[in-house]
């Protein structure tokens, strides 16, 4: 009788399990058996190379930190999903003036802050006031997309103003043929002023926006998670309920966490491990669209780099095929400009600097360096779409540059202070790069090598006013084809100087579980998961 008793129970408890593990499944977003649609809900791990820096993304530049923001935050105007064409975002509608100088924004109605306070036109009146109040420091992307700030002669908004709730003007000093592109970065995602004044200091720690998602803990250099905005603007969105974004730092660990079932999104995968995840029933592939950059930058104000001679000859010594074939598996293109060829005015006219070791020892030898010259170089310490492996690629650049005398000590360090001081100019000779925010030359020329983005984006310290002329007047013209003619002889003139030497434009790869639907790789790599689902 006991035993009867013990196997019934026994019987009980697994029929109980199961049915729980039925109800689990479901509340995850996976295919009940009654129906096989998808569900709602469920819980994303998206893995990557590095943490965010910070979380108000006004305060920064980089990858890692956009990423989690565009989760967070609305803009006025959105990018559509599969390109960089503008769509209405917070802003449902906008009138442009015909001199091209005031822009007119019709803002949604009823949207809420995640701490319950009202967006509206003074809301985003006092966002862009706290931006064009700030400093490059502060505000480091204002300055790269909108010249300056207030009472400097480079700056393009004049004046932001509400006419009433729910309408917002926006006043410009000249035209800017992106202004709308630029409105749509994840940078000028609006904040809740209330929050911004309760925090002060701590925002960076405490986002708080209209976005799909909440967020909710940062263990750094661990997690940040966010959950559903249950009152989102957008009806039927987010479909999950919970997006939590891991750091594993090496390329091999966050693939085969993803085999385990451990993550179920990852980005930066090492280009060799493509096949396997094709091969694998259980996995999919993510090609994001080519809109990036690596580069090799020189600090043209420090010597020797300040002698346009030694740049051109490092640019000869650069073996762009190798590392392609090495690093990058088929899964790049080299590069010779400081755009990539999928970006409107890209000069494909340009030769690119060919690698041949006695031109670039001619001419450090004109340049005085006949026995070369020792420096520090700095590489990027995570991975990004435009750079698989930093310290590999740094360390095959050593190689060639030894071969004509130049000596380099490799350096790297934690990736917030790694940009940090790049954009003070302390690095003498660097690596990293550039994934496009909004598919415009603007955004790559101007943000990148302008002298107004010295502080902000132009790491290399170049200062050219026939470029700055070129690109203000590119900015300002309407005319497509005008435009595009300013920035080919811009790209001229930056060839010849050789602030940069132009690595390789990627595609970048990710992977997935079979099971994710609703995922595009966006061309920015500022990648919303408003629309993803899990079956």
Request: charged share 25%.
């Amino acid at each position: 009788m006991k035993k009867k008793l013990t196997g019934l129970l026994i019987f009980v408890l697994v029929l109980s399990l199961a049915l729980m593990g039925c109800s689990s499944s479901k509340s995850n977003g996976e295919k009940g058996k009654d129906d096989g649609k998808e569900k709602s809900g469920g819980v994303l791990v998206y893995a990557r190379g590095g943490d965010a820096v910070k979380l108000d993304p006004a305060t920064v530049t980089d990858g890692e930190s956009l990423i989690v923001a565009e989760q967070i935050f609305d803009t006025l105007v959105n990018y559509k999903k599969e390109t960089t064409e503008i769509e209405p975002g917070l802003a449902k509608s906008w009138k442009v003036s015909d001199d091209g100088l005031t822009y007119t924004f019709n803002l949604e109605e009823g949207v809420k802050f995640h701490d319950g306070t009202d967006f509206n036109a003074e809301a985003v009146v006092k966002n862009f006031d706290r931006w064009a109040n700030g400093n490059v420091e502060k505000f480091p992307y204002y300055q790269s997309q909108f010249g300056g700030y207030k009472g400097e002669k480079a700056a393009v908004i004049k004046e932001v103003k509400a006419i009433d709730p729910k309408t917002v003007e926006f006043t410009l000093f000249r035209p800017q043929a992106p202004f709308l592109k630029n409105l749509a970065m994840t940078p000028f995602g609006i904040s809740s002023p209330a929050a911004i004044e309760k925090y002060g200091d701590k925002y960076i720690e405490n986002p708080v926006g209209t976005g799909p998602f909440k967020f909710k803990e940062w263990k750094r250099n661990d997690t940040i998670t966010v959950v559903k905005n249950e009152n989102y603007w957008k009806k039927g969105l987010p479909k999950l309920d919970t997006v939590i974004l891991k750091v594993i730092k090496d390329n091999s660990a966050r693939l085969n966490a993803l085999i385990k079932g451990d993550v179920d999104l990852i980005d930066g995968m090492n280009p060799s491990d493509i096949e396997k995840v094709k091969s694998d029933k259980n996995l999919q592939i993510f090609e994001r669209p080519s809109m990036n950059l690596g580069y090799l930058g020189f600090n043209v104000t420090k010597k020797p780099f300040d002698n346009v001679k030694v740049r051109q000859a490092l640019s000869h010594a650069v073996n762009k095929e190798a590392l392609i074939k090495n690093f990058y598996e088929g899964t790049a293109e080299p590069a010779k400009n400081p755009m990539p060829p999928s970006v409107s005015g890209y000069n494909d006219d340009i030769v690119d600097y060919d690698y041949d070791l006695d031109k670039a020892k001619k001419l450090l030898e004109e340049a005085g360096y006949k026995d070369g010259f020792s420096v520090d170089f700095w590489t990027m310490p995570v991975v990004r779409p435009y750079m698989p492996n930093g310290q590999k690629v740094a360390e095959a650049i050593q190689a060639d540059f030894a071969k004509i005398g130049v000596k380099t000590k490799i350096v790297t360090m934690e990736w917030g202070t790694y940009l940090e001081k790049l954009a003070k100019g302390e690095a003498p000779m660097y690596i990293v790069g550039w994934t496009g925010d909004n598919g415009d030359a603007d955004n790559f020329l101007y943000a990148l090598l302008d002298k107004d983005a010295i502080g902000s984006n132009n790491n290399s310290q170049y200062a050219n006013d026939e470029v700055h002329d070129l690109l203000i007047k590119a900015q300002t013209e309407t005319d497509e084809a005008k435009r595009n003619d300013y920035y080919k002889k811009a790209q001229e003139i930056i060839h010849n100087d050789a602030p940069w030497v132009p690595l390789a434009h990627s595609v970048p790869q990710l992977a997935g579980k079979s099971t994710i639907e609703g995922f595009f790789p966006h061309p920015t790599g500022s990648q919303s998961f408003v629309d993803t689902s899990v079956k």
